[in-house]
């Protein structure tokens, strides 16, 4: 059973950085792709971004490329985000989410992660 | 980008009614590469369906999706208060794997 685990709530001022994390367990690197969809206030989804944990390659949504960079610590299975220069059009909960490396349907989520960027 | 225009607004329903939602695609989903997701308020959303018909592990088959080329329904029979939630079709044809607005089910 994958198991997704986020860090916690962040309040961050406009024109700053944030970094997610997502602790995962119970998958194989192999066969499993880590997704971020992010969600705004009383809003729909949105997908970010990927990783494929084994090489450590990634693709993003046309929206992020360059503001949003994705890498992993293997050792803990550990995935992070970074975003950059957010605005208050970024507050959202992040999650991230487990597909299979053939089709990206979201079979796992993690908890979610609250962004709120205000001054 | 392939836009998912789901059925608008909220459908309210007694218990023990079907409920049809529906998933339009701006162009035509290959494979039917296409997840129906559960979402109740403060939790993360839930996989229902995949492969536009398969249903998820321990999803009731209550749940029953259909469909292809442009156009996919989700069909929820004997409806129960549980069931009410938001209710989102994604794609997953071609990047970027996008979403519907959601369409919002209240059972009364």
């Known amino acids: 059973q994958v198991q997704l685990v986020q860090s916690g709530a962040e309040v961050k001022n406009p024109g700053a950085s944030a970094r997610l994390s997502c602790r995962a367990s119970?998958?194989?690197?192999?066969?499993?792709?880590i997704h971020w969809v992010r969600q705004a206030p009383g809003q729909g989804l949105e997908w970010m971004a990927l990783m494929n944990p084994g090489p450590g390659s990634t693709h993003y949504a046309e929206k992020f490329q360059g503001r949003v960079t994705l890498t992993r610590d293997t050792s803990t299975s550990t995935f992070y985000m970074d975003v950059n220069s957010l605005t208050s059009e970024d507050t959202a909960i992040y999650y991230c989410?487990?597909?299979?490396?053939?089709?990206?349907?979201?079979?796992?989520w993690g908890q979610g992660t609250l962004v709120t960027v205000s001054s | 980008e392939i836009v998912l225009t789901q059925s608008s607004g909220t459908l309210s329903l007694s218990p023990g009614e079907r409920a049809t939602l529906s998933c339009r695609a701006s162009q035509s989903v290959t494979r039917s590469y296409l997840a129906w997701y559960q979402q109740k308020p403060g939790q993360a959303p839930r996989l229902l369906i995949y492969d536009a018909s398969s249903r998820a592990t321990g999803i009731p088959d209550r749940f029953s999706g259909g469909g292809s080329g442009t156009d996919f329904t989700l069909t929820i029979t004997r409806l129960e208060p549980e069931d009410s939630a938001m209710y989102y079709c994604?794609?997953?044809?071609?990047?970027?794997?996008?979403f519907g607005q959601g369409t919002k089910l209240e059972i009364k």
């Open positions: 989410a487990h597909t299979n490396y053939l089709l990206f349907y979201f079979d796992y």
């Open positions: 994604q794609q997953y044809s071609n990047s970027p794997y996008t």
């Open positions: 119970g998958f194989t690197f192999s066969t499993s792709y």
